[in-house]
C-alpha cells in the first residue's frame, strides 16, 4: 500500500528493555522525521533525516537512536526504555525540497508504554 | 526562537454552528503556517498551509484560516461543523534545520467537540 506506515500500533515493554519502532514510506521522500507526542506538549521532534545515511538530532533526542540504510526505512530505537519515554509515537515524511515544501504526511502512529 | 501558541485547549461546540480556533506564532523571519487534524487513534492530516500570497487560506473539509502577520496570528474558522469535525487540531510553524529542510514546531493542540 502507498503511503507511510508503521509498526507496531502498540506495544509495551518493560524498563530497560530495548525496544525498535519501524517506520515505512513508499513516495521516496527524501526528509523523515520521527515526533513524539505527549499531552501538554503537542508533538516535538526527536530525529530527522534528510537522505539516507544522514540523520540530525532534534529537540528532545536523548535516549533514542535511530539509523536510515534505506531511503524508505527510519527506524526509532529506545536503547534502555524508560517510563518518561511513554508516549505517542509519529513518524512524518515530506519531500522538503528548498525548505518551502514542507508538508508532512504523518503516520497512524505507535503507542508505545514503558512499564 | 519561533514557537506557537494555542490559547483553548477544548473548544466545545454545537452543531451547525461556528467555530474559531485561535493559533498566535512568534517568528522574527518569514513563516511557513500549517494547520492539522487528528482524527481519534488516527495520526495527522494536513487541512491547510500559509506559505506566501493570499493571507485567507481555505483548506478541506469547508476550513479556512486567515494569515494576519501585524498580530501574529493564524485563525482557524469554519463557518459550520458537523460532528465529524470532532478531533484535535494542530497549528504548526515551520523551523529550518540543516540539510535544506524544515521541521515543524507545534503548538498543545485545541480540541473541538461538536454536539448535536
Known amino acids: 500500500d502507498a503511503g507511510i506506515t508503521q509498526s507496531p500500533r502498540y506495544k509495551i515493554t518493560e524498563t530497560g528493555r530495548q525496544v525498535t519502532l519501524m517506520c515505512h514510506q513508499t513516495?521516496?521522500?527524501?526528509?523523515m522525521f520521527w515526533y513524539r507526542q505527549d499531552l501538554g506538549h503537542g508533538l516535538r521532534l526527536i530525529y530527522y533525516s534528510a537522505a539516507a545515511d544522514i540523520t540530525d538530532k532534534g529537540e528532545v533526542p536523548d535516549g533514542y537512536v535511530v539509523s536510515r540504510s534505506k531511503t524508505e526505512n527510519f527506524p526509532l530505537t529506545l536503547e534502555s526504555a524508560t517510563r518518561s519515554q511513554t508516549s505517542v509515537y509519529f513518524c512524518?515524511?515530506?519531500?522538503?525540497?528548498?525548505?518551502?515544501?514542507?508538508?508532512?504526511?504523518f503516520g497512524q502512529g505507535t503507542r508505545l508504554t514503558v512499564v | 526562537a519561533q514557537s506557537v501558541t494555542q490559547l483553548d485547549s477544548q473548544v466545545p461546540v454545537f452543531e451547525e454552528a461556528p467555530v474559531e480556533l485561535r493559533c498566535n506564532y512568534s517568528s522574527s523571519v518569514s513563516v511557513y503556517l500549517f494547520w492539522y487534524v487528528q482524527y481519534p487513534n488516527q495520526g495527522l492530516q494536513l487541512l491547510l498551509k500559509?506559505?506566501?500570497?493570499?493571507?485567507l487560506v481555505k483548506g478541506i473539509n469547508g476550513f479556512e484560516a486567515e494569515f494576519n502577520k501585524s498580530q501574529t496570528s493564524f485563525h482557524l474558522r469554519k463557518p459550520s461543523v458537523h460532528i465529524s469535525d470532532t478531533a484535535e487540531y494542530f497549528c504548526?510553524?515551520?523551523?529550518?534545520?540543516?540539510?535544506?529542510?524544515?521541521?515543524?514546531?507545534f503548538g498543545t493542540g485545541t480540541r473541538l467537540q461538536v454536539f448535536p
Open positions: 513516495w521516496s521522500h527524501s526528509y
Open positions: 500559509y506559505l506566501s500570497g493570499s493571507t
Open positions: 504548526a510553524v515551520s523551523v529550518s534545520l540543516s540539510y535544506n529542510t524544515d521541521k515543524l514546531i
Open positions: 512524518a515524511s515530506s519531500p522538503g525540497v528548498g525548505g518551502t515544501n514542507t508538508e508532512a504526511f
